[in-house]
């Protein structure tokens, strides 16, 4: 079945212009280089919408980009710029008059329930409107209305975090290392939007020259960077990269081939 993902953020945990910086990219006029938190939204062709992380930025980016729906938000890890613009999820619930299925691994579960207490407190005063939410832990492939998911394990130094494939697609999101196990469950990924900071190395994402080698290896026909940081013009950066390899930007949209529901 079809699909549809939007980058709704392709920037790191400051965004891009970063605070107090006067650097060409900060100070740059193309668009693409304004880079918001990282997060994907995915719209299925008759099917459900899938948020990939609330990022900080998640009600200028739903603004932006026109999403009205989320009928399912799936968490790579608890790092805040995924998950603090969690409050904005409940427009969505108001709207769509429910609750909001949240998908993530047990650690994140465990500090989402810490970091939004209030959310999950019976005890809260419900005057203000809170986020409808319902948490179920990831504990293997899933299904979210008729769409197979599987989450992919990763590495972000030596934190365990998740990426996600559906079909032909993987989103690879704030990693540095992907585990032996994890290889095969790329085989087959034909489009992929995989983390690459910068140039020079860091402790726990992929430098550009990381990233080239991941895709070196998986082979996919397009790979879209992601998480960028203030080091990366996005023209010059693209110019100087493969063919099949480009930079992702805060709206850019690609048509992808989902899964059928696991059975």
Same mark, same amino acid.
């Given at each position: 079945m079809k699909?549809?993902?939007?980058?709704?953020?392709?920037?790191?945990s400051h965004g891009v212009p970063m605070i107090g910086c006067s650097c060409a990219v900060c100070r740059s006029t193309d668009p693409r280089d304004r880079r918001t938190r990282p997060s994907i939204y995915v719209e299925v062709d008759a099917g459900p919408k899938i948020l990939v992380d609330t990022s900080t930025d998640l009600r200028e980016q739903a603004l932006a980009r026109g999403v009205t729906r989320v009928d399912a938000i799936l968490f790579t890890h608890s790092h805040a710029d995924h998950v603090m613009g969690l409050d904005d999820s409940r427009r969505f619930s108001q709207m769509q008059k429910g609750a909001i299925p949240c998908f993530a691994d047990a650690p994140t579960c465990e500090s989402l329930r810490r970091t939004f207490h209030y959310v999950f407190d019976p005890a809260t005063e419900k005057g203000g409107g809170l986020p409808q939410i319902r948490l179920q832990t990831i504990i293997g492939p899933f299904n979210i209305g008729g769409v197979g998911v599987r989450p992919i394990p990763l590495l972000h130094g030596g934190l365990p975090v998740l990426g996600f494939r559906f079909g032909n697609f993987a989103y690879l999101t704030d990693c540095n290392r992907i585990p032996?196990?994890?290889?095969?469950? $790329? *085989?087959?990924?034909?489009?992929?939007? $995989? *983390?690459?900071l910068r140039h020079r190395p860091h402790p726990t994402h992929f430098s550009v020259a990381e990233a080239l080698a991941v895709v070196a290896r998986v082979k996919p026909a397009r790979t879209y960077f992601t998480h960028i940081c203030h080091d990366l013009p996005h023209a010059a950066t693209n110019a100087a990269l493969p063919a099949s390899v480009e930079l992702a930007y805060d709206g850019l949209q690609l048509?992808?081939?989902a899964g059928a529901a696991w059975t």
């Open positions: 699909a549809h993902v939007i980058i709704l953020g392709s920037g790191t032996d196990d994890t290889w095969p469950l $790329l *085989d087959g990924v034909d489009i992929m939007i $995989l *983390d690459a048509t992808i081939e």
